[in-house]
């Protein structure tokens, strides 16, 4: 595949996901711009898609809860002058302790990485693409925003932010040669999932399509993304527990959390 003379930026690059977004657009002929915490990890990959699929790579190897972080990309973008049609808000942490344990610097990185620099990001870049002609924005939420889920709740509770925000700046890009894709995923077959104890039904549970591989979500992401859709749900068990999530009871959800938490734990 021949560089197409555009960039992509995926932010937690380097692993799960990420490493899907990268690879499938360097598929297509995309430099890619390779955004994680762990540089290591981040220059193995950007060495194997070079020498594999003969595109630009470049690593900014950063912390993306720190609060100059979005500005930081948006320097190195203009300063290189990379053409970037897609920014990836992939990035994510899960917290699986009660709020009131969880300590004050765990809970302030949530909260900048699932939202503070996403944000800022799609702030930044939106602009830019304008002047370079247009581009694609992809960021991701989860079925938990429908649900202050207890023990995962800061989870569910940023990623509502992310679908929130996501959803106005695809209204506020209407008429323009930029959207704003939200993809809204259930489990996805990554390390964030850690080691809960439903993983030991993987196989089953990714034929049935409750479990979703991380290649499979990562192209529908990326169909959806292409055609300037709003959102993206991928699957009818995803579709049936946004409907479910917020009529249960507040007794089972403390019922769940406990076993939650023995899981995670």
Same mark, same amino acid.
């Given at each position: 595949?021949?560089?197409?003379s555009k960039?992509?930026?995926?932010t937690?690059a380097?692993?799960g996901?990420g490493?899907?977004y990268?690879i ?5 002929g995309?430099?890619i711009v390779?955004?994680d ?6 220059q ?28 930081r990309?948006?320097?190195?973008c203009?300063?290189h002058n990379w053409h970037?049609?897609?920014l990836?808000?992939?990035?994510g942490? @899960?917290i ?7 300590? #004050? &610097? %765990?809970?302030r =990185?949530i909260?900048?990485?699932?939202c503070t620099t996403p944000?800022?990001l799609c ?8 002047e370079q002609?247009?581009g694609?924005?992809?960021?991701i939420?989860?079925?938990t925003?429908?649900m ?5 709740g800061?989870y ?6 992310v679908?929130?925000?996501s959803?106005a ?5 209407k008429?323009?040669?930029?959207s ?7 489990a ?10 439903f993983?030991?039904?993987?196989? @089953?549970?990714?034929?049935?399509g409750?479990l979703?591989s #991380? &290649? %499979?979500?990562? =192209? ?21 527990v ?6 249960m009871?507040?007794?089972l959800?403390?019922a769940?959390s ?8």
């Amino acid at each position: 595949m021949l560089f197409n003379s555009k960039y992509a930026i995926i932010t937690g690059a380097a692993s799960g996901m990420g490493r899907c977004y990268s690879i499938q657009l360097a598929e297509k002929g995309y430099g890619i711009v390779l955004v994680d915490i762990n540089g290591d990890a981040a220059q193995e990959l950007s060495t194997y898609l070079a020498r594999q699929y003969n595109v630009p790579t470049a690593v900014l190897c950063m912390d993306l809860t720190q609060p100059d972080a979005a500005e930081r990309i948006a320097n190195q973008c203009r300063e290189h002058n990379w053409h970037i049609e897609i920014l990836i808000n992939n990035a994510g942490m @899960l917290i699986a302790t009660p709020i009131e344990e969880t300590e #004050p &610097e %765990k809970l302030r =990185r949530i909260m900048a990485l699932h939202c503070t620099t996403p944000l800022l990001l799609c702030r930044q870049m939106i602009p830019f693409m304008k002047e370079q002609g247009g581009g694609y924005i992809l960021n991701i939420s989860s079925i938990t925003a429908w649900m202050d889920w207890p023990i995962i709740g800061m989870y569910g509770i940023t990623k509502r932010f992310v679908k929130g925000y996501s959803r106005a700046l695809h209204i506020e890009c209407k008429g323009t040669a930029v959207s704003v894709t939200t993809a809204i995923f259930g489990a996805v077959d990554t390390p964030l999932l850690g080691n809960l104890s439903f993983l030991r039904y993987r196989k @089953l549970l990714l034929r049935i399509g409750v479990l979703l591989s #991380p &290649e %499979k979500a990562t =192209r529908r992401a990326l169909k959806a993304m292409f055609k300037r859709r709003a959102t993206l749900i991928p699957g009818l068990f995803d579709r049936l527990v946004i409907m479910l999530c917020p009529l249960m009871p507040n007794f089972l959800l403390k019922a769940l959390s406990k076993r939650i938490r023995i899981d995670v734990g």
